[in-house]
Nanobody, 122 residues
Framework: QVQLVESGGGAVQAGDSLRLSCVCS????????VGWWRQAPGKEREFVGA????????YYGESVKGRFTISRDGAKNTVYLQMNNLKPEDTAIYYC???????????????WGQGTQVTVSS
């Protein structure tokens, strides 16, 4: 079992930045890969980015490339999502997810956090 807890969401203005955190814990936390997803009201859950937990270059969805950055702190079992130049269309609940693969496919993630709300106003 892997437990994931997100934090860092909030309400900001367009152009602002936020950093989300995802703390991973549990028996297999050292071997899972982590992805960030988001879901806006009335929309499908959207892939934001993912990273191999131990090493590897993060990759991102097209809508956030160049603005969002994923990093991780292995000692803290934490993955971060740095979000810069936020836009109103980034408003969503943001989830971190973990699984055996860092993937753009939602079903590849077996574990999900509870989500954290990000609201961007114009």
């Amino acid at each position: 079992q892997v437990q994931l807890v997100e934090s860092g969401g909030g309400a900001v203005q367009a152009g602002d930045s936020l950093r989300l955190s995802c703390v991973c814990s549990g028996r297999s936390s050292s071997s899972v890969n982590v992805g960030w997803w988001r879901q806006a009201p009335g929309k499908e859950r959207e892939f934001v980015g993912a990273v191999d937990f131990n090493f590897g270059t993060p990759y991102y969805g097209e809508s956030v490339k160049g603005r969002f950055t994923i990093s991780r702190d292995g000692a803290k079992n934490t993955v971060y999502l740095q979000m810069n130049n936020l836009k109103p269309e980034d408003t969503a609940i943001y989830y971190c997810a973990a699984g055996a693969y860092a993937s753009t496919t939602r079903s590849r993630y077996a574990y999900w956090g509870q989500g954290t709300q990000v609201t961007v106003s114009s």
